[in-house]
């Protein structure tokens, strides 16, 4: 695995990386100005060397001037060499002229002011001066050269001496190099600047260091090879002395001499390399203090990071974890973040872990078999209640196919069925719809069931869940007392139907006796007749009510539509007795048109403002008729300010026979709410009270809207 890089060496790459950049720009800066120190040194040597250059040249010129006024002298016209000799003497006296020397064109010295006037003279030993002298008539400026003098280098300088517009003589005078190596003196230089005068030969005359050791001596060839190229430069080179250094060099045009001054390289750098150490030692420095410090940091950061890890793995397996304070705030609140995480971490296990309990409690306990599939139909959860109802143990299930609890010829239908759920993604509208299916135990034996489907994706996977419930006893129950129901109705139909004529064969045998035979019976026996009579005529609206009870199922007619207006009015022209009886007032508000058995609403109605112009009592009844629009069905209501009902029987009032009042008080069979709530259960909608005892009720029924 790559070695991923501490924080320590990170902080460390990033202290070097921040300060290398200033000690790049500090090196290029030491450089420029090294560049300048080393070009202003260079320029003021040179500067130096001119100027000492045209001192030496000078001092020529000041020789050439005191030779020329001698040469002009009328003891040379008449060869008076004694009185020449005298005043070159005098000459000689303010100048720096070591010595004077006449010689003429053959080159024997004619006089020479170094002896005693008289003495012998030899000849010269600078004959190519001489003829140069002679030849071109020209001043010159010698090379050093050695002298029969005491000290033994010299330079002449020589001018040409005409008598009669003919150069005669060459009248020289000679200039010791000492002369030279004052003017260098003089100069003032600074101590460790090697400076020298040389002549065209390249032959020292002068040098500040070691002038005896040097004196005499070539300059170095490289110093030469330069002064033959040009007039003045500079270069670097070691002087003869073995010093490296800067050398600057001037030569004269007119005497072919020259001057060259070498700067030590050691003074240049010198200044360059206490900068060097210095910014070197500053950077050592700053380097190690600021690697230290990060170093330092790196360390507090990693150790307080480090001990995180601990408790981050802890975290992991869920345990309670507990960070103490660290001394890096970030770190720190990090920490506090995992010690915080940890409690609910532990706060959401336990939670989940009860309600798994739970969970666990419920499918275990449940009536209800509980089956999960995975995607390729294999049982992973199978609860004792499935196992009871497949007759099948639970290790035996999990595991296994759930095709095995299906038959055959259902197994189609129900991969299609999960396949479906598959492509919702564990989202289906079929989750919680009960649906009906058929089950197998494991004996073969076949049962149906119903059931709820939902679907759950984990991890990428999904689970089907299936609630099953054993079906056959309700579906066997509901059959039965469908069947019981049918035959009651039956016989309320029949009983009712069949009491009919001979209750009113009693009726009329009743009349029959009281008319014919009525005087000739006592007052009691004429009460009994009376009682019997009313006895029979209740007994005839209690059939005549069972009968339209019944009949709500038995006669049905197929639906239309129904204009409500129209009935509302038919239903409050067959109440005009009543209405009248009791000065009712009966109104309709707007109404709509319904789908519905006619005949069967009108009952209804008939029943309900019936009703309220019934149980009134101290006041004239008024009863209102109105509907709203539901969702997707209308609200009939029909409103009294009769006697109310307590809310404890509003539910009981809907029964066959429930009556709140005694036949003294209100006549009525019971049946009237009852037919009411068939009527309506019969449309597919409800019917219900609201009321106020004393004030008025309210009863409301629902019809779809299917027109
Ligand atoms: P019946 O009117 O023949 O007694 P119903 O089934 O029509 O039978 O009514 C059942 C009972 O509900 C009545 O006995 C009466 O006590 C009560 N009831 C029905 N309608 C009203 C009403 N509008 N106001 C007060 N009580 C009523």
Not at 147 to 157: D, F
Not at 635 to 663: C, P, W
Request: charged share 20%; glycine share 8%.
């Amino acid at each position: 695995m790559k070695r991923v890089p501490s924080i320590r060496s990170s902080l460390a790459k990033l202290v070097a990386a921040c300060l290398l950049p200033a000690l790049i720009a500090a090196a290029v800066l030491l450089y420029y100005s090294y560049q300048r120190v080393r070009a202003d040194l260079a320029n003021d040597a040179l500067a130096k060397a001119n100027a000492l250059m045209l001192t030496v040249d000078r001092e020529f010129e000041g020789a050439d001037r005191s030779l020329r006024a001698l040469a002009t002298s009328p003891y040379l016209r008449y060869s008076d060499m004694a009185s020449l000799h005298e005043q070159a003497v005098n000459v000689l006296k303010g100048n720096n002229i070591n010595s004077i020397v006449l010689i003429n064109s053959a080159g024997q010295q004619v006089l020479n002011t170094a002896g005693q006037y008289g003495s012998a003279l030899p000849m010269s030993t600078n004959s190519l001066q001489l003829e140069r002298v002679i030849t071109l008539g020209q001043s010159d400026v010698s090379d050093l050269f050695l002298t029969p003098l005491p000290s033994g280098l010299a330079i002449n300088v020589a001018i040409p001496v005409r008598v009669a517009g003919q150069v005669t003589h060459s009248l020289v005078g000679v200039v010791l190099p000492m002369r030279l190596q004052e003017i260098l003196l003089e100069s003032r230089l600074p101590p460790n600047r090697i400076a020298a005068i040389f002549d065209g030969a390249g032959t020292i005359a002068a040098r500040t260091h070691e002038v005896e050791r040097f004196r005499g001596k070539s300059i170095t060839p490289a110093l030469f090879e330069q002064v033959t190229l040009k007039k003045e430069g500079m270069f670097e080179t070691v002087s003869l002395d073995g010093t490296p250094v800067l050398t600057v060099f001037v030569r004269s045009e007119k005497s072919r001499w020259g001057v060259a001054i070498g700067v030590p390289i050691s003074s240049l750098t010198a200044d360059l390399r206490r900068w060097i150490g210095l910014l070197v030692g500053f950077t050592a420095l700053l380097l190690t203090a600021s690697l230290g410090l990060a170093w330092a940091m790196g360390g507090r950061i990693a150790t307080a990071i480090r001990s995180l890890a601990e408790p981050a793995a802890a975290l992991g397996y869920g345990q309670a974890v507990s960070v103490p304070a660290l001394p890096i705030r970030e770190v720190n609140e990090f920490g506090q973040a995992i010690t915080k995480a940890s409690a609910m971490l532990v706060e959401t296990d336990a939670a989940l872990k009860g309600s798994e309990q739970r969970i666990r409690g419920i499918v275990l306990s449940a009536m209800d078999a509980i089956i999960t599939v995975d995607e390729s139909q294999i049982i992973v959860l199978f609860n004792p209640a499935a196992a009871a109802m497949f007759g099948c143990p639970v290790e035996q299930a999990i595991g296994s196919p759930a095709t095995r609890f299906i038959p055959e010829r259902f197994h189609t239908r129900h991969h299609d069925f999960v396949r479906k759920q598959r492509v919702h993604g564990g989202n289906s509208a079929e989750f919680g719809v009960v649906n009906t299916a058929v089950g197998r135990r494991v004996d073969g034996q076949e049962f149906t069931v119903e059931m709820s489907y939902s679907s759950l994706v984990e991890s990428g996977n999904q689970f089907h869940t299936f609630i099953i419930r054993d079906s056959t006893d309700r579906i066997r129950a509901y059959e039965a007392l469908e069947r019981s129901n049918l035959d009651l109705q039956q016989f309320a139909y029949v009983a009712s139907h069949d009491l009919k004529t001979p209750l009113r064969s009693i009726g009329g045998f009743v009349q029959i006796l009281e008319r014919n035979y009525g005087d000739k019976l006592d007052e009691k026996a004429l009460g009994l007749i009376h009682r019997t009579s009313s006895a029979v005529q209740r007994l005839e609206q209690l059939t005549e009510d069972l009968l339209s009870y019944a009949r709500v199922n038995s006669e049905v007619r197929p639906f239309a539509i129904v204009n409500c207006a129209e009935m509302a009015d038919e239903v409050i022209g067959l109440l005009d007795a009543a209405i009248r009886g009791s000065a009712a007032q009966v109104t309709a508000g707007e109404l709509p048109s319904v789908m519905g058995d006619r005949t069967q609403l009108v009952q209804l109605l008939l029943n309900l403002i019936g009703n309220g112009i019934k149980y009134c009592r101290d006041r004239a009844p008024v009863v209102h008729f109105s509907a709203v629009r539901g969702n997707g069905e209308w609200v009939f209501s029909v409103t009294d300010n009769g006697i109310g009902i307590d809310a404890r029987f509003h539910a009981k009032i809907f029964e066959v026979f429930k009556r709140l009042h005694s036949q003294s008080e209100y006549s009525g069979t019971g049946i009237g709410l009852a037919v009411c709530r068939r009527v309506v259960e019969r449309h597919g909608g409800k019917i219900w009270i609201t009321s106020t005892v004393g004030k008025g009720s309210t009863f409301s029924f629902s019809i779809p809207d299917i027109t």
